[in-house]
Structure formats: structure tokens, C-alpha cells
């Protein structure tokens, strides 16, 4: 009877130890993003670095996807890919347009790694606020206005504002009978941010019209070098007689 419980005990002891093997193994991938968690409005650009652990005995590959709740482009942009061996551990460090957040809102930046099924994921909350009075006037800090916080020019410098236009139609032209999307796309040439983009479509060619859309389309603010884009739906009657519009 004595051995039989010596037996029992360590087949229990065993299991545990099993137990605890898998609960190590179940920590799977972890992910942790650090970045500046607060910004003033028109600095340009945050960066967060996304660290990655595999926990797990076994090597383990995927993509790496880092994604920004603003309008500003995300640097590097698209999915990259992540291989580590067991017990191994790297970081990816990412650079995100500000310009075009909204001040004083939360939002999440979000970092994902998958490889068919998700490995791991984090989030970073993240405020965009006034510049500090005490920056003012830096360089390449522009000054704000205190009523609605808009930029302001500042007198010291010798704005040059420009812009490219592009309206880019349909392969092949505009079709009658049918909805037909004409982009505008609009880049700052120009040495300045703008606080305000609009995108507007004026008088049409006759028997042209708009379909279920504004005339107007609010862009947000634009940075310099940035481009935005809108699209219109314009329906072409089939009486159009052709030609160049």
C-alpha cells in the first residue's frame, strides 16, 4: 500500500510539472508599442518603437503590421516580416504623420503580428494637444492661435504657397450611361502646413451631374509635401454628345 501512494504522489508531482511547461508555452508572443503618448499639434511626426518576445520553445514567423487612427502616413507602411527563434526577442521602430489629427482626442495607434491567425497584438494611446506657449516660435514649430488653435502665420516667414492639382478620370474616358469617379488630387508644394482642404467640383458640362454627392469635400489640414484626395461620382447622361470636358 506504501508503494502505491509513493507512486501516486510523484505521477501527480509529473503532471504539475507538465502543467507548468504549458502554461510557459501558452505566454505565446508578446508585444509591447512605446512611444511619446502626447504630441502638439503640427510638430510632424511621433515615433514608437514595437518590441516583440517569443516566449515559446519553437521558432515562430509572421507580418508585422503598424497602423495609425490619423489620416498622416505611417513609415515603414505595409506588413513586415518578423521571424524569431525560440527565446528571441527584436524591436521595429515606426514614424507617424501627425498632420491632420484632430487636438485633444484619444486615439490607439495599434501593432499586429500574424501569420494566418494572430500571434500577438498592442495598442498605444495617444493625445495630440496645443503646442507649449514655451515652444512657440522654435524652429519649425508654427505658432497657434489661441482662440481655435489653427495655425497662424508668423510674420518672420516668407510664406511661398502652392499647390498641384491633378484630376485623374477613368482608363479610356468618361462613359455615358453610367456613374463615372473623377479623382482630385491635391500635394502642398508649398513651404507651409494648411489648416483647411477643400475639394470642390464647379459648374459640370451639360447633361453631367453628380450623383448622391456633394459639391464640397472637407480634407482636413494638409502638411508640407502631403498629398489628400477626393472622389467624385459624376453620371454622364447618354444623350452626352462626347468630346472633351
Given amino acids: 500500500m506504501k508503494i502505491k501512494i509513493l507512486s501516486l504522489l510523484m505521477t501527480i508531482s509529473l503532471l504539475l510539472g507538465l502543467g507548468t511547461d504549458f502554461r510557459s508555452y501558452a505566454a505565446g508572443v508578446t508585444m509591447t508599442i512605446d512611444g511619446p503618448g ?50 528571441a526577442s527584436t524591436s521595429v521602430k515606426f514614424t ?59 510674420d518672420t516667414i516668407n510664406y511661398n504657397p502652392q499647390t498641384k492639382l491633378q484630376v485623374i478620370g477613368p482608363k479610356g474616358g468618361m462613359n455615358p450611361g453610367q456613374i463615372n469617379n473623377v479623382e482630385l488630387k491635391i500635394t502642398n508644394t508649398g513651404n507651409a502646413p494648411f489648416n483647411k482642404v477643400v475639394a470642390s467640383v464647379g459648374a459640370l458640362s451639360d447633361k453631367m451631374s453628380l450623383k448622391n454627392a456633394p459639391t464640397d469635400k472637407d480634407l482636413g489640414s494638409m502638411g508640407k509635401g502631403k498629398t489628400l484626395s477626393a472622389v467624385f461620382p459624376i453620371y454622364v447622361e447618354n444623350s452626352h454628345e462626347g468630346g472633351n470636358v
Fill in 96 to 154: 507617424a504623420d501627425l498632420y491632420g489629427a484632430p487636438m485633444g482626442s484619444y486615439r490607439d495607434f495599434l501593432a499586429t503580428l500574424s501569420n494566418g491567425s494572430l500571434l500577438a497584438s498592442d495598442s498605444e494611446q495617444f493625445k495630440v494637444e496645443p503646442i507649449d506657449p514655451e515652444d512657440r516660435g522654435k524652429p519649425n514649430l508654427p505658432t497657434i492661435d489661441e482662440k481655435d488653435y489653427t495655425y497662424k502665420p508668423d
Fill in 38 to 87: 502626447v504630441a502638439p499639434q503640427y510638430q510632424g511626426s511621433a515615433e514608437f518603437t514595437v518590441k516583440i518576445k517569443n516566449n515559446t520553445g519553437s521558432a515562430i514567423s509572421g507580418n508585422l503590421v503598424f497602423t495609425s487612427p490619423f489620416p498622416g502616413d505611417v513609415s515603414p507602411s505595409g506588413q513586415q516580416p518578423i521571424s524569431l527563434s525560440g527565446g
